[in-house]
């Protein structure tokens, strides 16, 4: 398959199409060619081009890509097979303001784009607070986001028939339990109907394999004090999941530890496993904990403590921080690494992010798990192979 990724992020939808399983490793596809991607933030441009080092990568708003700027850098989109992407979710997320900003909007871009490369199929993935998203007319953002897919350009009939599902990582052997709303769209000169969503193995019901856990993830690796980093492993893999992370990685990146002031580390201290805010704040009721320690901002799952043996919670993009979403360490008193964080993403051991913690984690937090990825690769191949398209 011929593939353009937009808004590329690290590439962790990029993964799931460059690699695929093979046994308990992950190998290159050689089914697929990507043909460029575009990503604007330079320290996730500088991840995506360490992981991705053969894949052309526009570095630049999307906004300024043209069928001319394509023509320029001697790209060939003809024929494009799929085109995969999802843009900023941050205006959308049910955690935030909500605002239907600038980034609110960039579907269209990725419309225009859809416009000019023409594919015949288009994967476009979002956070579930897109589904109730109004604009500020009070309008459903989902109802225009599939209006504009459904016709995109009704004077040279290019259209598709879109298709739409939430699916939950965990599902897929991504030991995180994450919703996202996934639109395909099939372009209408195809057989646009038939297609289907890919079916998780691992769930919570009798013959499904068990949902991995926070344990099953992140065990093997080495143990942080407060303010430590380390880089080599001192234990070893002890299931399969581990395995595949490591993939004959010898060397660990990114798992450091954060130093905390007196309040964080007393909470993060007294919190325990699953508990959150709400708990601390009992704690101080009680007469348990002083006054000072009482937590007067965040929801009731910040200051949280993840649970061992259960999928972790979404991951976000300020996993690093105590007082954000639930993140904290089921067994250790700090939040989690960047490379545990990875870990519970699917993103093996050897893949790289860039830039400071924040824009390391972010590029962590806002990717789709490759895991996830390429059980929608595997869908697509199906769709062409049966629909004799490719």
């Given at each position: 398959?011929?593939?353009?990724?937009?808004?590329?992020?690290?590439?962790?939808?990029?993964?799931?199409?460059?690699?695929?399983?093979?046994?308990?490793s992950?190998?290159?596809?050689r089914?697929?060619?990507?043909?460029?991607a575009?990503?604007?933030?330079?320290k996730?441009?500088?991840a995506?081009?360490?992981n991705f080092?053969?894949?052309?990568?526009?570095?630049?708003?999307?906004?300024?890509?043209?069928?001319?700027?394509l023509?320029?850098?001697n790209?060939?989109?003809?024929d494009?097979?799929v085109?995969?992407?999802?843009?900023?979710?941050?205006s959308y997320?049910?955690?935030?303001k909500r605002?239907?900003?600038?980034?609110?909007?960039?579907?269209?871009?990725?419309?225009?784009?859809l416009?000019?490369?023409?594919?015949?199929?288009?994967?476009?993935?979002?956070?579930?607070?897109?589904?109730?998203m109004k604009?500020?007319?009070?309008?459903p953002v989902?109802?225009?986001?599939?209006?504009?897919?459904?016709?995109?350009?009704?004077?040279?009939?290019?259209s598709?028939n879109?298709?739409?599902?939430?699916?939950?990582?965990?599902?897929?052997?991504?030991?995180?339990?994450?919703?996202?709303?996934?639109?395909?769209g099939?372009r209408?000169?195809?057989?646009?109907?038939?297609?289907?969503?890919?079916e998780?193995?691992?769930?919570?019901i009798?013959?499904?394999?068990?949902?991995?856990?926070?344990?099953d993830?992140?065990?093997?690796?080495?143990t942080?004090?407060?303010g430590?980093?380390?880089?080599?492993?001192?234990?070893?893999?002890?299931?399969?999941?581990?395995?595949?992370?490591?993939?004959?990685?010898?060397?660990?990146?990114?798992?450091?530890?954060?130093?905390?002031?007196?309040?964080i580390?007393?909470?993060?201290?007294?919190?325990?496993?699953?508990?959150?805010?709400?708990?601390?704040?009992?704690?101080?009721?009680?007469?348990?904990?002083?006054e000072?320690?009482?937590?007067?901002s965040?929801?009731?799952?910040?200051?949280?403590?993840?649970w061992?043996?259960?999928?972790?919670?979404?991951?976000?993009?300020?996993?690093?921080?105590?007082s954000a979403?639930?993140?904290?360490?089921?067994?250790?008193?700090?939040?989690?690494?960047?490379r545990?964080?990875?870990?519970l993403?699917?993103?093996?051991?050897?893949?790289?992010?860039?830039?400071?913690?924040?824009?390391?984690?972010?590029?962590?937090?806002?990717?789709?798990p490759?895991?996830?990825?390429i059980?929608?690769?595997?869908?697509?191949?199906?769709?062409f192979?049966?629909?004799?398209?490719?």
């Amino acid at each position: 398959m011929k593939i353009v990724d937009l808004f590329s992020g690290a590439g962790g939808l990029t993964f799931g199409f460059c690699y695929k399983k093979h046994g308990n490793s992950f190998v290159k596809n050689r089914k697929n060619e990507i043909i460029f991607a575009n990503e604007f933030d330079n320290k996730a441009s500088m991840a995506f081009r360490s992981n991705f080092p053969d894949i052309q990568l526009i570095e630049d708003d999307i906004a300024n890509i043209s069928a001319e700027t394509l023509y320029n850098l001697n790209i060939d989109y003809n024929d494009v097979d799929v085109v995969i992407g999802g843009p900023p979710c941050q205006s959308y997320s049910t955690v935030g303001k909500r605002q239907y900003d600038k980034r609110a909007i960039m579907y269209h871009q990725y419309i225009r784009l859809l416009n000019i490369l023409r594919p015949k199929l288009f994967v476009f993935e979002n956070v579930t607070g897109l589904l109730t998203m109004k604009d500020n007319n009070g309008n459903p953002v989902i109802g225009e986001i599939r209006k504009l897919f459904s016709r995109i350009d009704e004077e040279n009939f290019l259209s598709y028939n879109i298709h739409q599902k939430v699916l939950n990582s965990k599902f897929f052997g991504v030991p995180q339990s994450r919703e996202r709303v996934f639109i395909i769209g099939i372009r209408n000169d195809l057989n646009p109907k038939r297609w289907e969503f890919p079916e998780g193995i691992y769930g919570e019901i009798p013959n499904k394999i068990p949902c991995l856990t926070v344990s099953d993830a992140i065990s093997d690796l080495p143990t942080l004090n407060e303010g430590e980093i380390k880089t080599a492993y001192d234990h070893e893999a002890i299931n399969d999941y581990q395995l595949l992370m490591r993939n004959k990685s010898d060397v660990i990146h990114d798992h450091i530890a954060g130093i905390y002031g007196d309040k964080i580390r007393t909470v993060i201290q007294n919190v325990i496993e699953g508990e959150g805010r709400a708990y601390i704040n009992n704690l101080v009721n009680e007469g348990k904990l002083e006054e000072k320690y009482f937590l007067t901002s965040g929801y009731n799952n910040t200051y949280g403590r993840l649970w061992w043996n259960k999928p972790s919670t979404t991951i976000t993009n300020s996993f690093g921080t105590p007082s954000a979403l639930r993140c904290i360490h089921p067994r250790q008193n700090r939040a989690l690494s960047t490379r545990e964080a990875a870990r519970l993403q699917s993103f093996p051991d050897w893949i790289r992010f860039y830039g400071n913690k924040y824009e390391k984690n972010s590029q962590v937090g806002n990717a789709v798990p490759p895991l996830l990825a390429i059980a929608i690769e595997k869908s697509i191949q199906s769709y062409f192979k049966k629909e004799g398209v490719i």
